[in-house]
């Protein structure tokens, strides 16, 4: 799925999302819910601070690898959620319910990084019409 | 003697709401760092913590931003 879309999808689902943008590892900004683009600029550098200090804390810790973090304050909450490629940032007002949150945080990443495996099955069309040249050896999907 | 059992539960309960309520406040205005690891263990750091001091900031200016 797109990210836009995936951000659309989460508004839709969670009403307790405000504002959030999803970002790239490397930083860069791929979507937000956001229609000031210089503000979505400014979280989605202002989540990759949040992470890297959150990850520093997790390495003086000596704790696992980081997958999701939440800071609650009275004006709000901002959580953030991350894989391989890129995170979601979301921030709520206060007291949010929080498995909620990160459930449907989660599911947004989840919808994005399908898009992918789409397009890899599409290619993957071209790759299944080459086996004739070693028919006789083997099959092509490793049965036998 | 039933007008003293309802009153007696009425005031449990009215204590018991009391309560979560005011604990449900008192979460409320409280600043926290939860932080969910990879193993799926979880850390919640009070605001005092030297490592919350380093994670705020950015959580203040993406509030900041954001509302």
Redesign the interface.
């Known amino acids: 799925m797109d990210p836009a879309e995936a951000l659309t999808d989460l508004k839709q689902i969670s009403t307790q999302v405000e504002r959030a943008v999803v970002v790239r590892n490397d930083g860069t900004l791929e979507a937000s819910t956001l229609r000031d683009g210089a503000a979505a600029e400014r979280i989605a550098r202002g989540a990759a601070d949040l992470w890297e200090a959150a990850e520093s804390a997790r390495a003086s810790l000596g704790r696992p690898p980081l997958s999701q973090l939440e800071v609650a304050t009275p004006e709000g909450s901002v959580f953030a959620v991350r894989d391989e490629a890129r995170m979601v940032c979301a921030v709520t007002a206060g007291d949010p319910t929080v498995g909620l949150i990160f459930y449907d945080l989660k599911t947004c990443l989840r919808n994005i990084a399908e898009e992918p495996v789409e397009a890899v099955a599409d290619l993957a069309e071209p790759v299944a019409a080459e086996p004739p040249a070693a028919a006789g050896e083997e099959e092509p999907d490793g049965q036998g | 003697m039933a007008r003293g059992k309802l009153a007696a539960i009425s005031v449990a309960t009215a204590s018991v709401l009391g309560t979560v309520l005011v604990r ?1 406040r008192r ?13 799926g ?1 979880m ?1 919640s ?1 009070p605001d005092d913590a030297p ?1 919350t001091a ?10 900041a ?3």
């Open positions: 449900r979460r409320m205005h409280q600043t926290r760092v939860d932080l969910y690891f990879g193993d263990s850390l750091l490592e380093a994670i705020l900031p950015a959580a203040h200016a993406i509030l931003t954001a509302t």
